[in-house]
């Protein structure tokens, strides 16, 4: 090998110290025209070589490598990649649920032939939660397809529902797909993680690559194990300081998508350093990350550290090796905050990049209050509600859903004792506080769903929730108008009847 | 002008019968309208895919104006799409593009491809006074979407590429797409996922008449109303998977898959 040219094939490794010490109160801060310049085409190009220049003896030059890099690599068995290259890699864990799993199966059996198996049988998760509790039957036979499916092929782990009047009589069923997969220890550190699902990106809180795909690729996926992905450059979020009582992981996110837009992270990975970011635990990391696809970013990583090591210790037995990135890694673009300047955030219709302070909406009245979901369903986020619920000591003022993200965290808002509340259940506050029953574990309205979804918006109402996405017609009526925030915000907001800055209720 | 019309016809079903079919396999056909060259996958004839599909569909087609051909060209090859555009603006999350509820008509099945074909764009807010596909019609007389930044941005829900094709789309020409939206374009051969150079969102108008040619070295979008033309970005490395017809006839060309 004479030369050795380096063609950066997408952007340039701008190392950049974007300092955003203090937030002012504008509200959604966003260049439009800069987001499209932040990649800026460079090719390095080799001058004419002036005499004969011997290989090196050591090998090919080797630079550093980002986490996401360091995994992409290890996956399609390379040494050495560069963002923008394609590469053909292994797949750890394909999980799929009940909205695409028939169509993904379907194209499986077509490309493969009918009698065809699946790659591996324990890498295949299969998890039903979008239309579960409905009498539509179309869903319902989703999930018989997906049953059908996973007989057939002798699939390890599938979380089944039979029952749909009572969730408690299915001891398989989990519930929300993202959160089953990290709380039955199917997310590790370094591996390679796909689902038919936009917020796959929210197990890049394991440090692993973690990335939303379509039917087709996932058919793929389900028949040979492999997959031609495009090595995306990565964004640097450092996050430092102590995180303020009052400030949640949705917080950040919020105040990230708000500062470089829904689109700033397209094709971009999103890693997550910081003090701050190791001070969080495992289900505050997965909320930073599940909100990576809104800001359009391909995944998110926060790298491993004791408290992922922990909280995957009862929970998988497979060895796993992490990555981190190394000294030398380029990064595309690297972003401070100093996280004890900031506010409880929300995003304002219709788009999770309209961020505002929450005390500047103060006078946004409201009709319901919805904690759920992937992002703001788990056991810590009914938590940080039931603090504020606690706080207060009085009722909400509007319609005030709760829907646990799976069977495990319905259970721990009826076992787990809340701090300070002399013993009270989560369940217990929120029933003094007038909230409705905690609801059967489902991905339920966060994005609207059958007619007869609990808490699906079917009028124009105006809905602060912790889900993720707020688009014209997300919860159900494309008139409702859904405010995104923590789960602090949302309960405060319950109880005044207005969006509400938790800090009413929390200094 | 009967002849003239029934040429455009078989024509236009040969492509749409493309679109229509749930697969990626349907780019072969695509790639295979041009020029043979010994790229293409010898796997999938034409007659093979049209025996497969609802006859049914030949009668949607109503004006000559919606049809897409694809024309070779003697000297390189250049794909054509052709017809009535439709312009949407930016940010077209999937959410408006199919919304949740319909996600229970799986693509794979035929029948259930139609129908989310026909609520294609029924998500876009009141404001968009003329809609995708009028009331009582089940396909939208727009073959060309025109959208604007992160088109597509959302879930990773196929149904929504998906939607589109069914519903008669050939392409899109946006500013910019979201990641999972354009692969699933790509690898669904359901819309040609198009960049253009500009805002063609503010340049063109729902209504208006267009033609997009990509070609080898250059691609643009004329629309015939207005009399302008604007430059078209290459299609850049998804280029060769929707040549080869799609990420499974793409893996069986590189050696990836065994072929058929």
Known sequence: ?507 | MAAAAATTFSELSAFKLVSSRPNSSSLTVFSSLKLPSATNSPNYSFKALKSQLNPQRHHRITSPLRSTTTTPDAASTVTTFHGLCYVVGDNIDTDQIIPAEYLTLVPSNPVEYEKLGSYALIGLPSSYETRFIDPGEIKSKYSIVIGGDNFGCGSSREHAPVALGASGVAAVVAESYARIFFRNSVATGEVYPVESEGRLCKECKTGDVVTIELGESDSKLINHTSGKEYKLKPIGDAGPVIKAGGIFAYARKTGMIPSR
Not at chain 1, 446 to 469: F, H, I, K, W
């Open chain 1, 1 to 507: 090998m004479a030369s050795l040219t380096i063609f950066p094939s997408s952007s340039a490794f701008i190392k950049k110290d974007v300092s955003l010490s203090a937030f002012s109160s504008q509200p959604s801060f966003y260049v439009k025209s800069s987001k499209k310049r932040v990649c800026k085409k460079i090719a390095s190009v080799m001058a004419p070589q002036q005499s004969e220049r011997k290989p090196s003896t050591t090998g090919s030059v080797k630079t550093g490598l980002t986490l996401t890099e360091k995994i992409l690599a290890r996956a399609s068995e390379k040494t050495q990649l560069v963002p923008g290259e394609n590469v053909w890699v292994n797949v750890d864990i394909l999980m799929t649920h009940d909205v695409c799993g028939p169509g993904a199966f379907g194209i499986f059996k077509k490309e493969f032939g009918e009698n065809a198996k699946v790659w591996d049988r324990e890498k295949v998760v299969i998890i039903p939660d979008h239309y579960i509790f409905t009498t539509d039957e179309r869903a319902n036979r989703n999930v018989d397809i997906l049953r059908d499916f996973c007989t057939e092929q002798n699939i390890k782990y599938f979380y089944d529902i039979k029952d749909l009047g009572n969730f408690k009589a299915n001891p398989d069923y989990k519930g929300v797909c993202h959160v089953a997969l990290a709380q039955e220890g199917h997310c590790r550190p370094g591996e390679v993680l796909l689902g038919t699902d936009s917020h796959t990106c929210t197990a890049g809180a394991f440090g692993q690559f973690a990335t939303g795909i379509g039917n087709t690729d996932a058919g793929f996926v389900l028949g040979t194990g492999k997959l031609l992905l495009k090595v995306p450059p990565t964004l640097r979020f450092v996050m430092d300081g102590e995180m303020p009582d009052y400030l949640l992981a949705k917080d950040l996110i919020l105040q990230i998508i708000g500062e470089i837009s829904v689109a700033g992270a397209t094709y971009k990975a999103m890693e997550f350093v910081g003090t701050t970011v190791e001070s969080l635990t495992m289900e505050e990391r997965m909320t930073l990350c599940n909100m990576v696809v809104e800001a359009g970013g391909k995944n998110g990583v926060v790298p491993a550290d004791n408290t992922t090591y922990k909280y995957l210790e009862e929970k998988t037995n497979l060895p796993y090796e992490p990555v981190y990135s190394d000294g030398q890694a380029r990064f595309l673009q690297e972003y401070k905050f100093d996280v004890s300047k900031l506010e409880p955030l929300v995003a304002k219709p219709h788009s999770p990049d309209n961020r505002a302070l929450a005390r500047e909406c103060k006078d946004v009245k409201i009709d319901r209050v919805y904690i759920g979901s992937c992002t703001g369903g788990k056991t810590e986020d009914f938590m940080a509600a039931a603090k504020v619920f606690l706080a207060s000591g009085k009722k909400v003022k509007v319609p005030t859903f709760l829907v646990p993200a799976t069977q495990k965290v319905w259970m721990d808002v009826y076992s787990l004792p809340v701090p300070g509340s002399g013993g009270k259940t989560c369940s217990q506050i929120f029933e003094e506080a007038g909230c409705d029953t905690p609801a059967s574990p489902s991905c339920g309205a966060c994005l609207g769903g059958p007619r007869d979804t609990y808490a699906r918006m079917n009028e124009p109402q105006v809905c602060v929730s912790t889900t993720n996405r707020n688009f014209p017609g997300r919860m159900g009526h494309k008139e409702g108008q859904v405010y995104l925030a923590s789960p602090y915000t949302a309960a405060a907001s319950a109880l005044t009847g207005f969006v509400t800055d938790p800090r009413e209720f929390l200094q």
